[in-house]
């Protein structure tokens, strides 16, 4: 068979055989950057979510200053059986002018429940700072109200925006004289933390994978639920653990946890802690479980060890 040259300027053709290689090759370098690739927008995402976290540090120091105690985690009257008559507002909103959030503080009376008629437009106010950009929380208001036992909504009572970030109420279940730093109608000041400022903490996250959290605080009458998705169905609490949570059963780090009302994160190493001292810990998944129970009490003296 004769020779034909190509002429000037025209270019071979891939056959199939290198096209099918070059789209394999490809599919590798693709394979080997995208872990890269979400593995650098976690960590800068967990970076974000303690910035958020020492902001809110610093709102809380900054109350601290003016009223030499912290915020109540919420505020509520009760009738005889104990159960919580509202307002409700909870440590979140009390910092709003710290957090650089005036004019939705402005709009608050505090002495009117959350779900008064007045807060329509302040209690579904998103505040970006306390959103963990890791998280799935809801672009806009969620409904809460009373629910049925399975944890279908009854009716829903008002709309409140979302938050990831929830007060430590302690060991204990939460609501009235916690072990921590917020409870209902507390006034804990730094002093009262005996167990150490950088030893204890004060903030630490939730995730909507597993269950609702709102900074409005406790909207009465409301039970906090499972979100849709989560491995913990048909689980009920009141409407304190919106604002509060607890380390009262385990510690799973960022996989879950057994309790709606506990502390989790969707970060895959562990969660965030803010502690009293302003400073922000990411606690690991292989964190011991008497160590975390130690970290959430204010004055129980129990002894932490150094490498936490």
């Known amino acids: 068979m004769a020779f034909i040259p190509r002429a000037p300027g025209q270019s071979r053709a ?18 080997l950057l ?3 690739v979400q593995a650098a927008r976690e960590a800068g995402s967990r970076t974000e979510c303690q910035n958020n976290l020492k902001q809110v540090g610093l709102a809380l120091q900054g109350f601290h200053d003016g009223r030499r105690r912290l915020p109540a985690g919420y505020v509520s009257a009760f009738d005889a059986a104990g ?17 650089e959030q005036g004019g939705i503080h402005s709009n608050i009376d505090f002495r009117q429940p959350i779900e008064a008629a007045a807060h329509a437009g302040a209690r579904v106010s998103i505040v970006r700072p306390y959103l963990c950009p890791s998280d799935a929380a809801p672009a806009t208001a969620f409904p809460v109200g009373p629910r049925g036992g399975t944890g279908i909504l009854l009716a829903a ?3 409140v925006a979302p938050a990831n970030y929830v007060g430590n109420f302690g060991v204990s279940e939460p609501g009235v004289e916690g072990e921590g730093v917020f409870y209902r109608e507390s006034a804990v000041a730094f002093r009262d933390i005996t167990d150490g400022l950088s030893t204890t903490f004060m903030v630490g996250e939730r995730s909507f994978r597993d269950a609702e959290a709102t900074w409005t605080g406790a909207v009465t009458g409301a039970h906090q639920v499972p979100t849709p998705k989560s491995p913990m169905a ?40 803010l502690f009293a001292d302003g400073h922000v810990s990411l606690l690991g998944s292989s964190t011991d479980y008497a160590t975390y129970k ?7 003296g129990e002894v932490i060890p150094g490498d936490r």
Request: aromatic letters at 10%; proline letters at 3%; glycine letters at 12%.
């Open 14 to 31: 891939f056959t199939l055989v290198e096209l099918l290689v070059v789209i394999a090759i490809i599919g590798t370098l693709v394979g």
């Open 34 to 36: 995208l872990p890269a």
């Open 83 to 99: 159960n919580d008559t509202g307002p409700g507002w909870g440590w979140a909103a009390f910092i709003l002018p710290q957090m």
């Open 157 to 159: 009572t008002c709309t």
């Open 234 to 273: 048909f689980q009920r609490n009141n409407a304190s653990n919106f604002a509060l949570a607890h380390t009262g059963e385990s510690f799973e780090g960022a996989h879950g946890a057994t309790e709606i009302n506990n502390f989790t994160s969707r970060h895959g190493q562990g969660g965030n802690y």
């Open 294 to 300: 130690a970290l959430s009490t204010r004055a129980k």
